[in-house]
């Protein structure tokens, strides 16, 4: 499990309290924040810029940031960079780090060419740390390409990532991998058009499913702070994993030109958690998703995901094990911006329950879509979510759902389902269907919604969504149903990668963010 004390060898605030409270409450349900740097083919004809927690304000200190460690609780310390006692993360020794191991690498000017997998059964009290150290707000980058890995290890799937979690003979760890913790790389270029030298010395190019981080298996893994770009998939996590955390992430400019099968994102876990995350539009030519997921106890919340063919991709599982999980039937995503640019791909924001054969697999339980903001500016029509069979439920409330277009082009579903409403924002003239009817057996059920022309935004053209005075949206939602009581709309999100606490009584605000003052 992820542990219940995730603030262990930290400081922290009440704020950082909050957090590891509400972690802990989904643990236990399971159980029964950047950068703007652009895309570029050649990843080091510009100086990577990154983030701790954050963009950093004019004092210097990042925003609440979620995880700090001290060097002195740790057994075992590994300096990496200029000046220190390993020159480059080939010379660490990987395959003999054991728990209480914190690996800290220093930004240079120029990337790290070197892959690595960690193999280490870590605990709560003494994980296995991989921290690296921004200079003015620069990550230290880790590149794929022409990168070569340590000849003491000895790992299977060498193509499929920069870095690896789990999977590997040497270090050999039958028990596999668990309170792994990797925060602050630029981690970038793994696909086709990149080479490396492998731990036998030989050649090798990537393959199109490579990730800059591939968990293969291991519990209590943790990704935060990390740019993950510029491979077929940011990041994937494989059937062996469990109780991931993704937060406070800039996953952009991933994908495979003309593939729809490799996206921002592309997980399989038993237990996995989203959050604070910028994901990005994907690389030009590339037609993935933007978060595609296959998990069980699926929570993704205060996120801004923006382009992609869909936003969110949250389909089934092909393992029974995580089919049987009591998480697989109920998904929570709440609290986040999702933007759909005109002419991204997919019209449909959302899609859940399955895209295989095997519909016995799919997701057939109930989605929980509340307190998000969801904004198209596409010319044409938009379709909010495609539930994949008549079994699947979702409860649709206090959203804000806006198509520039006007409400004639935005529909609920397309056509399957069992979708109720109640206390959202939606447009005058908002389409149950853009299909010519509902299939049989479906339903869209108005249970009491606001409608009008417009939000009420701050400044909708500077994707400023807070609502502003005078807001149809303002103090308008009702109480949170009994379903969701576990997962209540805490904070909200700030651009980019940062996040502020949600005042207890805005949760009447409609949206992902409260009435600003």
């Known amino acids: 499990m992820i542990p219940a004390n995730v603030c262990k060898k930290k400081k922290f605030t009440p704020v950082h309290v909050l957090v590891c409270i509400a972690i802990l409450a989904w643990c236990l349900l399971l159980a029964c924040g950047g950068s703007t740097a652009d895309s570029q083919e050649n990843p080091d004809d510009q100086t990577p810029v990154g983030d701790t927690g954050g963009d950093i304000p004019a004092d210097g200190t990042p925003s609440t940031p979620l995880y700090e460690w001290d060097a ?47 193999n280490v059964a870590a605990t709560a009290d003494d994980p296995v740390v991989v ?117 406070a992430n800039h996953v952009y400019d991933n ?100 895209d295989g054969e095997n519909e016995a697999m799919y997701r057939q339980g109930t989605l929980f879509f509340y307190h998000n903001t969801v904004v198209s500016t596409r010319s044409g029509n938009t379709t909010l979510m495609r539930l994949a069979t008549n079994a699947a439920r979702a409860e649709v409330f206090a959203n804000i759902l806006f198509a520039t277009a006007g409400g004639a082009r935005l529909a609920i579903t397309s056509g399957r389902g069992q979708t109720y409403l109640t206390d959202n924002w939606l447009p005058t003239g908002w389409r149950l269907t853009h299909e010519s009817s509902l299939d049989p057996g479906a339903s869209v059920n108005d249970l009491g919604n606001v409608e009008g022309d417009a939000p009420g935004f701050l400044d909708a053209d500077g994707q400023d969504f807070h609502l502003a005075e005078g807001s149809d949206a303002d103090g308008e939602a009702g109480a949170l149903p009994a379903a969701v009581m576990n997962y209540p709309p805490e904070y909200q999100y700030v651009k980019h990668l940062q996040h502020e606490e949600r005042q207890a009584d805005s949760i009447s605000d409609i949206g992902a963010f409260e009435r600003t003052e």
């Open 72 to 118: 002195a609780d740790f057994d075992q310390v590994y300096e990496v960079g200029p000046g220190r006692t390993y020159a480059d993360p080939n010379e660490v020794p990987w395959e003999d780090l054991e728990p209480s191991s914190l690996v800290l690498i220093y930004y240079r000017d120029t990337p790290y060419r070197t892959k690595w997998v960690i």
């Open 131 to 247: 921290l690296g150290v921004a200079d003015n707000g620069r990550l230290p980058v880790i590149s794929g390409d022409q990168a070569t890995t340590r000849q003491e290890l000895d790992y299977w799937n060498e193509p499929r990532s920069v870095i690896k979690i789990g999977g590997s003979s040497i270090p050999n760890n039958p028990d596999g991998p668990s309170h792994i913790h990797v925060q602050g790389l630029d981690i970038r270029s793994a696909r086709p058009s990149y080479s490396f030298t492998d731990h036998n010395g030989q050649a090798g190019i990537y393959s199109e499913n490579a990730a800059a981080i591939h968990v293969e298996e291991g519990d209590a893994i943790t990704i935060h702070d990390c740019l993950l770009h510029d491979a077929g998939n940011g990041l994937f996590s494989g059937s062996g994993s469990s109780h991931l955390i993704i937060n």
């Open 255 to 354: 994908g495979i030109d003309g593939s729809i099968y490799h996206h921002n994102s592309y997980t399989e876990s038993r237990g996995i958690l989203f959050e604070f995350n910028h994901y990005g539009p994907l690389r030009s030519g590339c037609l993935g998703n933007n978060l595609k997921d296959r998990s069980s106890g699926t929570v993704i919340r205060y996120n801004w995901i923006e382009s992609g063919n869909r936003q969110l991709d949250l389909v089934e599982t092909d393992y029974t094990f995580i089919a049987s999980d009591p998480g697989y039937d109920e998904t929570f995503v709440y609290g986040n911006v999702l933007v759909e640019p005109d002419g991204a791909g997919n019209s449909q924001i959302l899609h859940y329950g399955g």
